[in-house]
């Protein structure tokens, strides 16, 4: 497999749930719908592209937006990719 598309950046919620399949820290059940719709729409072969150990990929805080559930708040984002043929 070969990357197919790169630099996208996700907030922490949509971060946990790619990387863990947990929403139990998401309250909201709007904000859940959000992120599972967001996510199924980047498809199965979304991976991390961050590094935890150097901080690459990786930013504390900005305003970017979330590329995955298309929130528009500020806040911590990860860097991933998707992957295909």
């Known amino acids: 497999m070969q990357v197919v598309k790169d630099d996208l950046w996700l907030c922490v919620?949509?971060?946990?749930?790619?990387?863990?399949g947990d929403v139990s820290?998401?309250?909201d059940d709007d904000?859940?719908?959000a992120v599972e719709s967001?996510?199924?729409?980047?498809?199965?072969h979304l991976v991390?592209?961050?590094?935890?150990?150097?901080?690459?990929?990786h930013e504390e805080f900005s305003?970017?937006?979330c590329d995955c559930c298309d929130s528009?708040?500020?806040?911590e984002?990860?860097?991933?990719?998707?992957?295909?043929e």
Do not use: K, M, Q, Y
């Open 48 to 57: 991390p592209d961050f590094d935890s150990e150097t901080g690459e990929g």
């Open 13 to 20: 919620d949509c971060t946990i749930v790619a990387c863990n």
């Open 77 to 84: 984002f990860h860097r991933f990719a998707i992957l295909g």
């Open 38 to 44: 967001g996510l199924d729409s980047l498809g199965p």
């Open 72 to 75: 528009g708040l500020a806040g």
């Open 25 to 27: 820290g998401i309250d």
């Open 63 to 65: 305003n970017r937006g």
């Open 31 to 33: 904000r859940v719908a």
